[in-house]
């Protein structure tokens, strides 16, 4: 569709989307590329095995991995007999903590703009277990079944300690109030307390979340190797350099000693992170002398890598007889660990969702001996919409209010909590095309359509996710006299299309054909620092390629001289069309980038910027919106749950590239999916081990559960936000259980409040 689609016309705006300033000029473009669909440029790579993920490096002299794990929650190693290990075939070394190097404990994430580590603790480095499932030892042999074999050999025994491993224990010692990325997760508004005791109609019910595991297709995996004194990692990550920085305080390196690379990741989700393994692969093979290749097991990302941590959240909602909202209330307990800071910040969206008289929002915290809790897909928003949209949907039957009705009685004209305006916010509009499209007037009451065996209803739920772009993002453009652009990014591609609508941002600004422009991403040794998180890489992207953008026409027209058409024009009077720069008001004075070069002696020109700082998010409140719609299936007999239907109608600002965006919602509905009816990591409270550590007994949605998905969208800018988008990556997840468990209930007439929804539950 878009091949050889020429940029047209694309002025100079620096900074343009500050406040005060103009709107980014791309997001009024209506025939260049943005907004075209385009197939991800890496896909043909993929399918033909000729993308090489992070455990296809072949390296000279390489040895494999295998990890043994403690089977204890806390407490000591008192005997570790590796001899057996030692002694099998094509074993070079067994790593415990008697011989691995030295090394410092990992910055922990949140502590630093650099730091990654997963918790404050030391990897391997004294007898101490903080963890059932704790690496105590790893192997290194020829070949990846030698390593495995050898393991099973490793005979461990333990000094127990005393453990806190259930969510009641862990209660009862006393929750302390929860803070995320340094803020308090509170806010009160007025007597929330007295005007819900006060209101005529009301609902009060605690809903429970559990715990859930990531499940990427692609396990967690490093090939690493030392070169010289140097460190080079190919792995799987979402954050190469903030993971170079880290795994350079570890091993007391300078961070340009550290190079992380990523040019490929098999799904993400937030759990594509620093984690023990790449700091015990990299000891491992400093140790050895040789390269390691560290692939976790599927057991092993269960032991390794943490997930989403569980929930127990109240929501109680007062209000007038016409559904207006007097008090709102949410607030709850999560757990995490001692020696990490992530508590499940479910409130999030209920700041920013509702208008109310007032409201209280909090979230408690205890600690538990276990695995470092961590991002999973809309940490927060997709639990915290479970239980937000499941008491809407409570309150809106006890009013007799349709439930859509009902969100649109309140949707609030500010930010009802930061009080500031919102940026771009069109839910009313996602409502109602999305309720048009879906035939929501065809719903009836609970209980009232049967076809055979089958009970059918249909529920709905807003999704809510912010829009951030974190600082420190940064691209380098060198463009070349045969009219070509390297842009790089030190940005992720994690399946999501990353690489593609990169390379649509940076041709449609460069006013370039798509095939133009290569994009490189994935290494650390790019300048700047992007993370592949909040849903902001984009974003990030899009400000940095803007400031990169500004430098080259600057430095072009410096090149440029007295004898060019563009002479005496200054960089605003100036913009990229058609492989070259001219004036924005007078089209015909122009320069091919080639003529200017070729004139100005050089082969190629190269320039990097940061973008600029994120000042719009102190100005607006800023969020991607959804309205998602599900048509359920009960079975009467046996009350097995098939979702038979889903709709989301998403406000995310400009889309980019409508195809990978449709798979980004699609992709993160299904993930809702199975939130809703199958995802539960099985957390033994006796011991804390976990019971379900693998695909046959963890379960995900597989093609035979997910239905027929429409997605629509508004396609209204953003004026405030680099190429008028917002984030695509994890709003899709968010109000998919609540609309699942509402079409439950429409279904049957059973209330279901703790997640997943499975069919012992409607029995
Ligand atoms: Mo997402 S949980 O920020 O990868």
Known sequence: LVQGA???????????????????????????????????????????????????????????????????????????????????????????????????????????????????????????IHWNGQPIAVVLAGTQEQADHAVSLIVTTYDVEESVTSFAAAKEKGAAPASFMGQPLLNEIGDADAMLAAAPHKVDQVYRTPRHNHNAIEPHAATIAWVGGDLVVHDASQLVSMEAATIAGVFDLKVEQVRVTSPYVGGGFGGKCLWDHQILGAAAAKLAGRPVRIVLTREGVYRGVGGRTLTEQRVAIGAAAGGHFQALIHAGTTATTPHNNMPEPFILGTRAGYA?????????????????????????????????????????????????????????????????????????????????????????????????????????????????????????????????????????????????????????????????????????????????????????????????????????????????????LSPDEVGSEDGGLAKLDDPARRESYASILHRAQRDHVSVSAEGSPPLELMHWSMHSHSAIFCEARVNAVTREVRVSRFLGSFDCGRILNPKTARSQFRGGMIMGLGLALMEETEFDERNGRIMNPSLAEYHVPVHLDVPEIDVIWTDIADPHTPMGAHGVGEIGITGVAAAVANAVYNATGTRVRDLPITLDKLL
């Not at 000729?50 to 929650?73: C, G, K």
């Not at 897909?377 to 479970?386: I, L, N």
């Not at 790089?488 to 994690?494: I, L, Y």
């Open 356 to 568: 109310a008289d007032s409201f209280k929002l909090s979230v408690d915290v205890v600690r538990m001996n276990m695995l470092a809790n961590t991002f999973m897909r809309a940490p927060g928003e997709s639990v915290g919409t479970f239980a937000l949209e499941s008491a809407i949907d409570e309150l809106a039957a006890d009013l007799g209010i349709d439930p859509i009705e009902l969100r649109i009685r309140n949707e609030p004209e500010v930010d009802p909590t930061s009080g500031l305006p919102f940026s771009s916010r069109h839910i009313v509009e996602a409502w109602r095309a999305g309720a048009a499209k879906f035939g929501w007037d065809k719903r009836g009451l609970p209980g009232a359509r049967r076809e055979g065996e089958w009970l059918i209803g249909m529920g709905c739920a807003t999704g809510t996710y912010p829009y951030y772009r974190m600082p420190g993002a940064a691209a380098r453009i060198t463009l070349d006299r045969a009219g070509t652009a390297l842009v790089e990014v030190a940005a992720h591609e994690m399946g999501m299309g990353t690489s593609t609508t990169t390379t649509m941002v940076a041709a449609e600004r460069l006013g370039l054909p798509l095939e133009a422009v290569e994009v490189r991403y994935g290494d650390s040794i790019i300048p700047g620092a992007i993370l592949a998180g909040g849903s902001q890489q984009t974003a990030a992207i899009g400000a940095a390629v803007i400031a990169a953008h500004n430098a080259l026409v600057a430095e072009l027209l410096k090149l440029a001289g007295n004898d060019s058409p563009l002479a005496g």
């Open 6 to 128: 020429m940029a047209k016309l694309v002025p100079l705006a620096p900074d343009s989307w500050i406040p005060g300033g103009v709107p980014d000029p791309l997001i009024a473009r209506k025939h260049g590329l943005i907004g075209t669909s385009v197939s991800r440029l890496d896909g043909a790579l993929k399918v033909k095995g000729a993308a090489r993920f992070a455990a296809e490096f072949a390296l000279d002299d390489m040895v494999y991995a295998a990890l043994a794990f403690a089977t204890i929650p806390r407490g000591r190693i008192a005997t570790l007999d590796v001899a057996a290990a030692e002694a099998a075939s094509g074993v070079v070394v067994v790593m415990t903590h008697r011989n691995a190097p030295r090394m410092k404990q990992p910055a922990v994430f949140g502590s630093s703009p650099t730091a990654a580590g997963p918790a404050d603790l030391p990897i391997m480095q004294d007898d101490r």
